[in-house]
């Protein structure tokens, strides 16, 4: 076996995960409890923005996504991740796919539970 392997190495690499984890948790929490609990609830139109928080968002979106798809496989709030890391990004359909992970009701359930412990309302889910 290869010398970085052993000792340190693995500690830190094993702290980083904590941290990875940790991280994402909050994350997903915040933009969850966040949300208007009406935001899936009909369409609503893309609000305009300056281009330099739409590409930090949007770059943001792209880790947290990343991290949630990691989290499908490794323990963690994958799904809810995926969710999160949706949310932050900006692309065609994106309403739909949204629609598409909370209407998993593990997904939905989750989400409503995070906001009933913030004191907010449930999601609501239109068509």
Same mark, same amino acid.
């Given at each position: 076996?290869?010398?970085?392997?052993?000792?340190?190495?693995?500690?830190?690499?094993?702290?980083?995960?904590?941290?990875?984890?940790?991280?994402?948790?909050?994350?997903?929490?915040?933009?969850?409890?966040?949300?208007?609990?009406?935001?899936?609830?009909?369409?609503?139109?893309?609000?305009?923005?300056?281009?330099?928080?739409?590409?930090?968002?949007?770059?943001?979106?792209?880790?947290?996504? @990343?991290?949630? @798809?990691?989290?499908?496989?490794?323990?963690?709030?994958?799904?809810?991740?995926?969710?999160?890391?949706? @949310?932050?990004?900006?692309?065609?359909?994106?309403?739909?796919?949204?629609?598409? @992970?909370?209407?998993?009701?593990?997904?939905?359930?989750?989400?409503?539970?995070?906001?009933?412990?913030?004191?907010?309302?449930?999601?609501?889910?239109?068509?």
């Amino acid at each position: 076996m290869a010398d970085w392997l052993g000792g340190w190495s693995l500690l830190w690499i094993g702290a980083a995960w904590v941290v990875v984890i940790l991280g994402a948790c909050i994350v997903v929490t915040v933009l969850l409890v966040r949300l208007p609990s009406d935001y899936f609830d009909g369409d609503r139109p893309p609000r305009g923005r300056h281009w330099g928080r739409r590409a930090a968002k949007n770059a943001a979106g792209v880790i947290v996504l @990343l991290i949630g @798809l990691a989290l499908l496989v490794l323990p963690g709030p994958g799904l809810l991740g995926v969710l999160a890391g949706v @949310l932050l990004l900006d692309f065609p359909g994106k309403r739909a796919v949204e629609r598409w @992970l909370l209407r998993r009701r593990h997904v939905l359930a989750a989400a409503n539970w995070l906001r009933r412990r913030a004191g907010r309302r449930p999601l609501v889910i239109g068509g």
